[in-house]
């Protein structure tokens, strides 16, 4: 199997013909070591660009061909105080040359672009770690900002770590001196420098990023060309200092995918694509009702530039109007989705609520983070889970899925409207903030790959009374998924009222009759149970006794801790889930077959709660609450402790 | 109505001549006797064969309250929403499906308490919805508990002190969130009120109709000054597009703007004074004499209540416009294609 590169920009021609891109190669002069895994973290200030500078690294460290897994984190405040420790912003990247699950427990290189990004970062490094500071920011007063009292850089306390003291800013302003920049203009290219040297350093393609730059900066071609100089300038550092004396080559990864086409993606780009996809599939147009809110607003802000999709975007006066406009969109035939995040479900209870007993399709996109309230809003966490289940007055059950892998959310986001068409309710897709920004290489499938999702609107009578009769019931169900029927505004002859109230079953005339509203309930609740879901496989190759149980975006670090465990000849069984509600027929007798079920979970153990509920078994959680991903290492060491217990 | 209505072209026509009867739901109407949710629901049943539009592509979207339960007595599509959100859900509807005419009943709790923000969002943002607000000044369903209309000072079961909070004028209000098209009518007044409700289904976007409606439940008489013929000649001012602002007996007084403050005032009219009596131009695009108007009644004996078209100006229409942009991100790049988004711009190849 071999990887090439191949970019549709490099081929097209017209806009992009201009826009070139060089490729460097080291000279080979230095040394050159091979590398199966790299981690690299770049911190600066939340204004340093390090989010830009990994996606960069990223883009071209996939476009290589390595497995990757990112790790984007950074603060709440757009701009907190320059050089302070909450300003801090960081981008991890764990690259490779086989498959790899997670953006890596712990950096072997941090790029510092000041004393609070060393400051911050410095506790997650191992013995030995590589730090490259920028030397220039290491001055009295940044320095006292964030509590050293003496340089870190001279007092001995970095004497564990290789650290590569290189000057960024003054090396980047002194190459940039002949644009005629003001010094303030020319100090923001010092995280190209920085990129440029890290591409020197691990041999990345180069020509992607010149090119990048010079089409952000179009308009703007001295601020193009100084970027690109500094990024050169970077590169050409690394390539002629001593103070780096190797370079390091990280092989592609061949044999870790399946041939194909591919291309990086995030969590919430896979999702967004899904649901154009999805609306395609089913020959229903897109509705997004949504309120921004973080970790969910670039959903709307990517829907939003395909309306040539016949996409349509509302951007709400809050979350409740925003599930309101999706429902009635819903009502009227379209395909309705919200997005939103954990305050947002909060506030959109009650119009899911209504969904239910309307029976209207409907996606409720719920991309998790740090709570109660307000919580951390850029952090991960899966703590909405009993808030998907349970959070509405009433019987109101609402099936639930979650993507495991930031591509992993295309397919979810088929498989919720696959349910919510199929069995006519609303579904609660729930993602995180870790696979929403985290990104990993993506195979993009074929169109006619993707499965047919077109569901029959009603158009005709489909009761017949007592006297022969043909009339419309909107609440007469489809005997084997007791779906109701789908008659949009527009049928003649079919018109209906549905509301909130209860209704009587078949005719969804209200009714406050106690024996219907006990019959509608439990209706209700067969017709989600009954939903088909795929059986839960369990990745067991040794016969262990001890099974790992996750769902949702733990995937990749438990994964990662069940393969440390297996190299250390510890068997352990991982199944995970992708359906919450209804869970897979399987299931109990899944969790019967093992002695002891490991739950980890990034909240306190809701879904052990729902196991050790449903299924009577004494279920072990192993919790992490820190708006982290859990390392590898760390489940590892828990799962060792469950085994040996 | 024989011509094509401009703001309902999109929306199919019947093909048969429609009757009251045919907007008539099955459902046995369920308001307590003597209630003012009768009339206007008559009044609307028997407006609806007058606009002659298909009755699959009406829908009536409600929230909750008494008048919320309209939909269900109308033999169009509807739904029957939750507390407030009517706005919203129909914003959806109306934005999707340009081929409906869509209607929300909702009452004073209703828009202007639990749904305050909707309204005032689906008015800024000139959706194509027709806004029934039947204001009763009272909370029926629940009861009898003072509303955001109800006046200072009213004794109910959750205010026996009196309430404290001042009220909304809801055409003030609806003015104030640059509603392109609000009036006032009264439900016992069929003739007016299917004037007024004409005016709206010819209006593009959204349209605001506050009805005072009676709860002779909890509430009964609030409008009395403005029904019984002889109070009603000094309290009602009937607003006509082009005509003078003149109303009591033998339209012996009229509107005029006061030269000190600018504000509106009432004065009683005579051969000297007759030509600076203001006339009512609804369509002119500057809302203030239209909010000046809608501040005239006095909020305690409601007397120089206007009723009529208060304000009906063209200006962009949401749903139009979102529409709009489709067509135009089209033109510009094309129909979307999915496998060219999917593969993005930024490809590599895995070979076998």
Not at chain 1, 54 to 60: A, H, L, M, V, W
Not at chain 2, 302 to 310: K, N
Request: overall charge negative; aromatic content about 8%; hydrophobic content about 40%.
């Amino acid at each position: 199997m071999t990887s090439q590169v191949s970019s549709p920009a490099e081929q097209a021609d017209g806009a992009n013909e201009a826009v070139v891109g060089e490729q460097r190669k080291p000279s080979g002069a230095k040394e050159v070591r091979q590398l199966d895994r790299v981690i690299i973290r770049f911190a600066g200030d939340s204004g340093d660009g390090m989010q830009l500078t990994g996606d960069r690294f990223t883009s071209e460290t996939a476009s290589f061909g390595n497995d990757l897994s990112t790790l984007p984190n950074f603060p709440a405040e757009i701009r907190a105080p320059a050089g302070t420790l909450p300003g801090v912003s960081s981008f991890q990247l764990h690259f490779a040359d086989h498959d790899i699950l997670t953006p890596g427990d712990a950096p072997n290189v941090l790029v510092a672009m000041n004393p609070a990004a060393l400051r911050a970062n410095i506790e997650d490094l191992p013995r030995g770690a590589e730090i490259i500071v920028n030397t220039d920011e290491f001055t009295k007063r940044p320095m006292a900002k964030v509590g050293y009292a003496t340089s870190p850089l001279e007092d001995g306390s970095l004497e564990a770590f290789r650290v590569h003291p290189v000057a960024l800013t003054s090396m980047t302003i002194e190459a940039l001196k002949d644009f005629g920049l003001s010094r303030k203009e020319a100090e923001r290219s010092k995280n190209m420098f920085a990129l440029g040297l890290l591409s020197w350093m691990y041999h990345r393609p180069t020509e992607g990023t010149e090119k990048f730059l010079r089409t952000k900066f179009a308009r703007k071609p001295q601020i193009a060309e100084a970027n690109v100089a500094a990024f050169r300038a970077g590169w050409n550092f690394g390539e002629t200092t001593e103070d780096f004396a190797v370079s390091y080559e990280v092989a592609p990864a061949t044999s870790a995918f399946p041939a194909g086409t591919y291309r990086n993606i995030s969590g919430n780009l896979a999702l967004s694509l899904g649901l154009i996809a999805a609306g395609r599939q089913a020959d229903l147009p897109l509705y997004l009702g949504s309120y921004p809110i973080t970790p969910a607003s670039d959903i709307l802000h990517e829907l939003s530039r395909h309306k040539n999709f016949g996409v349509r975007t509302f951007q709400a006066e809050d979350e409740i109007a925003g599930i309101g406009a999706a429902l009635g969109a819903a009502f009227g035939g379209s395909l309705g989705v919200t997005t939103t995040s954990g305050p947002g479900v909060a506030l959109k209870s009650e119009a899911i609520g209504l969904a239910v007993s309307l029976e209207l399709p409907l996606l409720i996109i719920d991309i998790q983070r740090g709570g109660p309230s307000t919580g951390l809003p850029t952090k991960t966490e899966q703590a909405d889970l009993l808030q998907a289940m349970y959070g509405r007055n009433g019987e109101a059950p609402v099936p639930v899925i979650a993507p495991k892998t930031p591509g992993d959310c295309f397919d979810a986001a088929i498989d919720a409207v696959r349910i919510a068409l199929t069995y006519r309710t609303p579904v609660f897709l729930l993602s995180d903030g870790y696979l929403a920004n985290g990104s990993e290489p993506w195979r993009v499938p074929e169109t006619d790959e993707l499965p047919d999702l077109r569901v029959q609107f009603a158009s005709g009578p489909n009761h017949e009374l007592a006297d022969g009769t043909e009339v419309f019931w909107p609440y007469k169900r489809d005997p084997k998924t007791l779906a109701r029927p789908w008659a949009v505004p527009g049928t003649p002859g079919l018109e209906h009222r549905i509301g909130g109230i209860e209704k009587q079953d078949g005719t969804g005339n209200i009714s406050y009759d106690p024996a219907n509203h006990d019959f509608m309930v439990r209706t209700r609740q067969a017709k989600i149970d009954n939903i088909e879901v795929p059986d839960l496989e369990v990745d067991d190759p040794h016969g262990a006794k001890t099974l790992v149980l996750g769902w949702g975006s733990t995937f990749g670090p438990i994964s990662a801790a069940v393969r440390r465990l297996r190299v250390e000849g510890k068997p352990i069984a991982q199944a995970h889930l992708r359906h919450l509600n209804p869970f897979p027929r399987n299931l109990g007798e899944v969790l019967k077959r093992y002695e002891h079920v490991v739950v980890p979970e990034m909240n306190l153990g809701q879904l052990a709660t729902l196991i050790r509920a449903k299924y009577l078994v004494d279920a072990i959680s192993y919790n992490q609450v820190n708006g982290m991903p859990f390392k590898a290492e760390q489940l590892a060491t828990a799962l060792k402790e469950a085994i040996d217990d | 109505m024989t011509e094509v209505i401009e703001a309902l072209s999109l929306v199919p026509k019947a093909e048969a001549k429609q009757s009251m009867k045919d907007f008539k739901s099955d459902q046995e109407v369920r308001w307590c006797p003597g209630c003012g949710d009768y009339a206007v629901l008559a009044a609307v049943q028997g407006f609806m064969p007058e606009l002659g539009l298909a009755k699959e592509n009406i829908v009536f979207v409600s929230g909750i309250g008494c008048s919320s339960r309209f939909p269900y007595y109308m033999n169009t599509y509807g739904m029957h929403s939750i507390h407030g959100r009517a706005p919203a859900i129909a914003t959806g509807l109306a934005s999707s499906r340009r081929d409906l005419s869509v209607w929300v009943v909702t009452g004073d709790g209703d828009a202007l308490s639990i749904g305050g923000n909707h309204l005032i969002h689906a008015l800024r943002r000139n959706v194509n919805l027709k806004i029934l607000l039947f204001n009763n000044r009272i909370y029926g369903l629940t009861k009898g508990q003072y509303s955001p209309t109800s006046e200072v000072g009213k004794i109910t079961k959750s205010t026996p002190m009196g309430s404290l909070d001042a009220p909304f004028n809801p055409v003030s209000l609806a003015i104030g969130a640059e509603a392109s098209f609000v009036a006032r009518t009264v439900d016992s007044d069929r003739k007016h009120l299917t004037s007024v409700l004409r005016a709206a289904a010819e209006h593009q976007g959204t349209a605001l109709i506050e009805i005072y409606q009676n709860c002779n439940i909890f509430n009964d008489g609030a409008f009395e000054v403005l029904k019984d013929k002889q109070q009603a000649e000094e309290a009602v001012i009937r607003l006509e597009h082009g005509q003078p602002i003149r109303f009591g007996a033998d339209n012996s007084k009229g509107v005029v703007r006061d030269q000190a403050t600018g504000d509106l005032k009432v004065i009683a009219v005579t051969e000297q004074n007759a030509s600076q009596i203001l006339i009512h131009d609804a369509h002119t695009t500057s809302p203030t004499t239209a909010f000046a108007l809608s501040r005239l009644a006095d909020p305690d004996t409601l007397h120089h209540t206007p009723i009529g078209v208060f304000r009906s100006v063209d200006r962009p229409v949401y749903d139009t416009q979102m529409s709009d942009q489709l067509e135009a991100a089209i033109e510009q790049k094309g129909k979307g294609d999915l496998a060219t988004l999917l593969a993005g711009n930024d490809t590599w190849t895995v070979v076998g």
